[in-house]
Structures are given as C-alpha cells and as structure tokens.
C-alpha cells in the first residue's frame, strides 16, 4: 500500500483531532429532549441515496456525498451541472463555449487531457441510472429527476473506471401505476423561452408503465456578432426521455430508457481579451516576447475592444455553428430473491460534437475550420448482492464495455491567411483519428457488522484496458505524423472504511481508497512525446463525521481528506512556426506528470430552522498542487512546475441558501428564496502557467440569486433574478487561433418568469 508521509499524517492527524472535537460538542446536544412535541410538529425527510447501488439513509453512508433532492432542485432552477455544483463543496468547472463543453473538478482532481480526444477519459464518472454516459456528454439533461448525487473521492468499486477524483449519479423519476404529468413554460433575458412537459401513463395496469420527458430552451443570446454576416450567440436545445417500466411479478423490475439531446449555438460564448499566446503573436502580429506587452500596443480592437469594457460584442467575418448532438438507450433489471438481489445494466451512447467557420475570432479572413468528432459506447454491468441489513453484507460484479471514437479536423486558409498568399480553401493543418478502448473489471465489497455500532468495508475492483489508435497530422497538407499503436493495462484498486455509530443520529468513518485511469498511446507521433503515456493512480484517505441534532432538524457532515496522485496525464496541445519549412506545425498528445497531491476540508449543513425557514450551507478548501513535475511543455516552451497550483482548482469554494415561506391560504403558501456563491480564483488552463496574470488567471468572485413565487399542491409561479448585483466574472478562458486574444464567456445579469402545473 501506499506509504503516508509525514506531511500527509500531521494533516490527517490534525484533521483528526478536529473532527473529534466536533464529535465531543455534538454530541451532548444529540442527546438533548427535543421541544415539547404536538401532532403536527415538523418532520424533516429522510435524504435517500444509491452512492452503494442500493437504497440508503444519506446519514447511513459512510461516503463524502451531496445529494440534491427534487425539491431542491426545483426550487433552484437546476438546468445544469454548474447550476447544481454550486451545492456542493469544492467543486467547479470550466465551459468552453457552450452548454455541453463543461470540465468539471472534484477536490482540484480534473481531466486535464484534451476534450475533443477521440475517446473522452474523464476523472470522474457521470452515471444516469446506472449507465455511464461520461464518453458522450459532459451536461446532461436534468429534468423530471428524483436525486442527483455527487461523490467526492476515488468511487472505483461501483462507479468503475475513469472515477479517479469522485462521480456523479443521476437518478431520474421512474414511470409509476399512475395517470400524472406536469407542463412549465418560462421566459429570461436575451428572449430566451423555456418549457418541459411530463407525461406519465400506466398502459397495463400494475404491469407497464411509460413515462415521457420533453424539454427545450432557446435564445437569442448576450453576444452580437457586429460584422455584416449578423449572428452571435444564439441557441437552441432539445432533448426528450422516455422510460418504460415493466413489473410482471413483485420481484421483477426491468426499465427501458431512450434519451436524446441536441444543441446548436451561433458561435462560442467569449469575447476577446486582447491577450495571445507566442503563437498567435507570432503568426498574426509578427511579435515575439512572453505576451506582456500591453495588449492596445499589438492586439487590434477589431472594432468591439477588449473585455471588460466589450463584454457582448465580437467581429466574426464568417459565420459559425456549435454544438452536439447525442442519444442513449439503456435497459435495468432487478430481480429480488429473498436474500439476495441481481441487477443488470446494458447500455449504448452515441454523440457527434462539431465546429464549423470562423476560427481567428476576428473580422479578416484569417483562418476556418471543420471539426466533426463522433463518439459512441457500449457497457454493461451484472451484479449480485445480499439484501437488506444482516451482519455480513456484500455485492459482487462484473462490468464490460467499448469505447470508440474518430476525428476529422482541418483549419483552411482563408483569403486574407498571414501564412500563405493566395491559398484560401487548402489545409494549414490538419487531423484525422480513430480510437478504441476495450475493458472489462471484477468488483466486490463486503461489510462485516461487528455490532450496531462498529463495522468494517472492504472492497475492490480489478480492471483490464486495451487502447488503439489510428492516426495522422497535417501542415498545410504535408504529413507531419502517423501513429498505428495499441497498448494494455490492468490495475487492482481496493478501498477499507471503518465506520463508528454510536447513535442513530451520529456517524463516524475513515477510508482509504485507490482509483485508476487507463495509459494510453498518443495520437501522432513527436519528438517531444514518447508513444505511450502511463495510467494515473489515485490514493484517497479520508476521515470524516455525519450527525443530526435537534430531532434531525440541523444536519452536519464534515470531511478532510488527503489524494496523492501520481503519473498525473496532462493534455500537451501547442502550435508553432517550423523555422526549417516555415509551415505551421502542431504538437498534440499526452504527457505524464510525476505527482500532485490535493488535501483540505469540507464542511455541509441543513437547517430547518422553523417549518417555515429553511438554511443550507456548503463550504470548501482545498489544496491542490503539482508536487514533482520538473519538464512541463507550456506552448512550446519547458517549464517546472513543481509546487505550483493545479488548473481549475480553487482554494475556498462557499455556498448557501435560505428559504421563506409564507402560507397565503389552506392551498397556497408564497417563498423568498436567496442562494449566494462565493469561489475563488483559477488557473483557467496550462497557459497559466507561462502567462501567470489575467485572463489566464481567472479572478475570485461572488454572485447571489433572488427567487420569489407562489407554489400550491400542482402549481408554481416563480419571478426571479440571477447575478442580482450583476457580479463582473468570468469563470474561465479558453483559446484558439483568436485574432483579438483569448476569450471569455462573460457574466451577465438575467431576470425571469417560471410557471408549472402538475396533474
């Protein structure tokens, strides 16, 4: 097993100690009368989760776990994963444009590989009822859902491969023995209308059951294109669910899924900055230097500026169109024995995500490009496991799958190339791939319960991956690589937890855990690459407490935990000008970094203060930092890293949210709800590191929401304002070839109007 060294002990042992004195002044306060009781005091739920594929208590789990239940999800106005990640402790993310775009970080544990790779390797795994959807999409729909839980930490033995920093599972409402469904239209800023329709009907009374999910959103978006090509930042969505239950005796249950989406955006949602790496100086401005130079010196304002002054204009002399596009299908079966369960999961993700016209980001006809990147995977999972609560406890399984992906990506001359006199329309560079991975894995877990208070998990998850690739790079259509190569790798990761529960209403554990993502090869050759690049590993350890005070009225759950990774992969993406053939050349793959660690404190709340007043509260730091990492290639140049920050890792992330209501009448109550986010500031990207200011930096900030309605037993009316003191942010950069610097997405303020009804 790994060895803790001394800094990583006096961590936990000073963690340690905190938790205990938490412990030591909760738990008389547990052990207190509660209020004189009447009929109709207050209940609080019981929060129910699935984080050990089966249905528990959250108090009854010992794993970091957030979970955002229905009501709270509908109360939040939850479109999407930023929306419900600002419930949850150090967490964040990174957008690239558009909606499904999203790099997601758990405790500064993020995919720092290249997000248009053929086959997507996440460190996390993104799981909707079971099957993992993390190789087609990023952001998936989020309406007509029971639960989502986030899990923070290695989750390995259930969720599987790629869950190196923790895992997301969605659990959507099932089709019930029931006539029922809900209709919500609503309307923001930026003309953007919205709806949903559920539609739930028993076709076979006590037998099937279907259920029909619709949604859409479309805008004109916060962006105007100034150009004469008109445009900007508009957007459509759509996507739909149906489900089919089917219940022929009490212990079958056997679901049927088919989920689809499509997104199509006018361009990326940035504006420029004014700041370019060397390439882009080099190639647009015949500049050289390390960018510091002030931006209205080399950079053209191209007629919009430089945000934040232009925070909703760009010039694009060609149009643009964004987006993808991805289905499911899924199927689940349970059957029950009397003491034991078996459940099997098969499932099959497609996904196209495309780029196409204006790639300079400015009003000359520089540069444009096609990038079509199609996805698709198949996994399946069988699993047994005993039931209901006995001294010994256990589940085992295996799971297979196939993950397959191709590329085709060219950026073209336009009439006005900087490289290239009368060459529009032939290839500056180019990239076509095809990849497959194959793996299959063994996992089990076994509890033994030693008394109603003390138990013991161990488990684990054998695992085997093959990769291919098939590969070739072009500049200004010359080869510049190919790559034919295939590699294997296996891995055995186990995980311990010793668990403590003196009383109901506390909980105490400690856990060491192991996760892993599989090596691969690169997808072109280079000299400054070696072919293959090696599997990350993962060391968690993790003490933590949950407890409940005051008849379950006031929840707490606190966490510290230590990850050692080691082996880090890291994107390597850079262009430069070849000074031998003077062609631009690219060097993309990925490369091994010798060590990061991250450690730090989590700490969530709930309070139901009166029936009426509700108070929620997340709060996160963290740490997280590139221990050995000496030979870092960082456009082009080599640096060390070693000690500095990781990428999209803020130190402090903070959360809360309170709730009023107010009864109008036997039927009708109104609320006041206020959300307020707090996260501090990133390395947006690898740039960072080289250009270690802003944009590259992306600066703290705060943001509070208002919401104010009138909600009854089938109907909700809701007014509301996000962004209400308009906070100027940006929550990252993100660059391409851009004339005018890298861009932003920038905040804005947006006010609406939300209406449903439930029949």
């Not at 590989?113 to 990023?138: C, H, K, M, W």
């Not at 002030?294 to 694009?316: A, H, K, L, M, S």
Request: charged share 20%; glycine share 8%; proline share 4%.
């Amino acid at each position: 097993m790994h060895k803790i060294n001394s800094r990583t002990a006096a961590f936990l042992t000073g963690a340690a100690s905190s938790a205990v004195a938490l412990l030591l002044a909760a738990t008389p306060a547990a052990a207190q009368e509660a209020p004189s009781a009447s009929s109709d005091v207050y209940e609080p739920p019981v929060i129910v989760v699935t984080a050990q594929r089966r249905e528990e208590s959250l108090q009854d789990v010992p794993v970091a776990i957030s979970a955002v239940s229905e009501q709270t999800l509908e109360r939040q106005n939850v479109d999407d994963v930023e929306d419900y990640f600002a419930l949850v402790p150090n967490v964040s993310f990174q957008s690239n444009g558009s909606r499904d775009r999203k790099d997601l970080s758990i405790r500064g544990i993020s995919n720092l590989l290249n997000p248009y790779a053929d086959v997507r390797q996440g460190t996390y795994g993104f799981y909707i009822d079971e099957f993992n959807v993390a190789p087609g999409t990023s952001n998936p729909q989020l309406a007509d859902l029971q639960r989502i839980e986030v899990l923070r930490g290695p989750q390995g033995t259930y969720f599987g491969r790629n869950s190196v920093g923790g895992a997301i599972n969605i659990v959507t409402n099932k089709p019930v023995n029931e006539f029922e469904g809900e209709i919500g239209l609503g309307y923001s800023s930026f003309d953007t209308w919205e709806g949903h329709g559920v539609l739930n009907v028993p076709v076979v009374d006590d037998l099937l059951a279907v259920r029909a999910v619709g949604q859409f959103a479309t805008s004109d978006g916060n962006i105007e294109n100034i150009n004469p090509i008109g445009g900007g930042n508009d957007s459509e969505y759509y996507n739909g669910r149906i489900q089919a239950r089917l219940t022929p005796t009490d212990r079958l249950t056997w679901d049927f899924t088919y989920s689809y989406s499509d997104e199509t955006n006018g361009m990326r949602a940035g504006v420029p900055t004014g700041y370019l790496t060397n390439t882009w100086r080099s190639v647009y401005y015949g500049a050289s230097g390390d960018g510091t130079t002030d931006r209205t010196e080399i950079t053209d304002p191209d007629g919009v500026g430089f945000y934040p002054e232009n925070d909703d204009q760009v010039n694009f002399n060609r149009e643009q169109e964004v987006g993808s596009e991805y289905q499911f299908v899924s199927t689940r079966a349970q059957y029950d024995f009397d003491t034991i369960s078996v459940v099997g999961i098969l499932g099959h993700i497609e996904s196209d995500l495309f780029n196409y016209g204006d790639v300079d980001g400015g009003s000359p006809d520089f540069f444009y490009e096609d990038l079509l990147l199609s996805r698709e995977s198949t996994s399946g999972e069988l699993r047994v496991q005993s039931l209901g609560a006995q001294v010994f406890e256990w589940s085992v399984g295996v799971t297979a799958g196939k993950d397959e992906g191709s590329n085709d990506q060219s950026t073209y001359h336009g009439a006005d190339s900087p490289l290239c006199d009368s060459c529009e329309g032939l290839e500056v560079t180019g990239a076509d791939s095809e990849s497959e991975s194959e793996y299959w894995a063994v996992f089990g877990q076994a509890t033994y319960n030693f008394s109603d208070t003390f138990s013991a998990m161990v488990g684990g998850r054998y695992s085997y991956e093959k990769t291919s690739n098939v590969s070739q790079t072009r500049s200004n259509e010359v080869i510049t690589g190919t790559n034919d190569r295939e590699a294997s790798f296996k891995d055995f990761s186990p995980k311990f937890t010793l668990t403590y529960t003196p009383q109901d209403d506390l909980l105490v554990y400690a856990t060491v855990s192991r996760g892993f993502k599989s090596g691969g090869t690169q997808t072109s050759g280079s000299e400054q690459l070696s072919d293959e690049f090696d599997p990350e590993t993962l060391w968690n350890y993790e003490v933590g407490t949950k407890f409940e005070l005051f008849d379950r009225r006031l929840r707490f759950d606190v966490t510290a935990f230590y990850m050692d990774w080691t082996d880090v992969q890291r994107n390597i993406r850079f262009q430069f000008i070849d000074p031998d053939t003077g062609l631009l050349r690219g060097v993309s793959g990925v490369a091994n970094a010798a060590s990061a660690e991250s450690y730090g404190l989590e700490l969530s709340f709930d309070a139901n203060i009166t029936p009426q007043f509700i108070l929620s509260g997340q709060a996160g730091y963290n740490h997280a930092e590139f221990v050995d990492y000496p030979n870092a290639l960082i456009d082009g140049g080599e640096l060390d890293l070693s000690g500095e920050p990781l990428p999209n890792a803020p130190k402090w992330t903070l959360s809360a949210q309170a709730q009023y209501f107010v009864p109008l009448s036997d039927s009708y109550e109104g609320y006041v709800r206020g959300e307020y986010k707090y996260r501090d500031e990133i390395l947006s990207n690898d740039y960072a590191y080289r250009y270690d200011y802003y944009p590259f930096i992306s600066p703290s900030y705060n943001t509070v929401n208002l919401r104010i309605g009138v909600e009854g037993q089938a109907t909700r009316l809701e007014a509301y304002v996000e962004n209400l003191f308009d906070e100027e942010y940006f929550p990252n950069v993100y660059t391409k070839a851009f004339y005018s610097g890298a861009q932003v997405e920038p905040s804005v303020r947006r006010w609406g109007v939300r209406a449903s009804y439930k029949f």
